[in-house]
């Protein structure tokens, strides 16, 4: 199976700098990665992004903080990411 992303990266909002060096390790890496901040635009039904996204990864890696676990769109993130598996 062909996947568009390698790395489907889950972030608090707040861990958002950390999160776009993560990204950018990534990519240096050859990696392709999924990172809201980037591949979600202006009027995208987020939550259908998010759940195409989880599906065309191949992995998915959380970017553990405090922020992140007071995080709903990471909790539903994680929780999409283990129904669709």
């Known amino acids: ?5 390698d790395v489907f990266l889950s972030y ?5 700098d950390e999160a ?3 990204h950018d390790t990534l990519f ?7 990172m809201a901040e980037t591949n ?4 995208d ?7 195409d996204a989880l ?10 903080s405090k922020a992140t676990l007071k ?6 993130e994680w929780g999409a990411a283990w129904v669709l598996v």
Do not use: N
């Open 1 to 5: 199976m062909a996947f568009e992303h």
């Open 12 to 16: 608090s909002f707040e861990d958002k």
């Open 20 to 22: 776009r060096q993560l």
């Open 28 to 34: 240096a890496a050859g990696l392709r990665c999924f």
């Open 40 to 43: 979600v635009r202006a009027g």
């Open 45 to 51: 039904q987020i939550g259908q992004k998010i759940r």
């Open 55 to 64: 599906l065309a990864s191949r992995e998915v890696c959380l970017l553990c």
């Open 71 to 76: 995080s709903e769109w990471v909790t539903t």
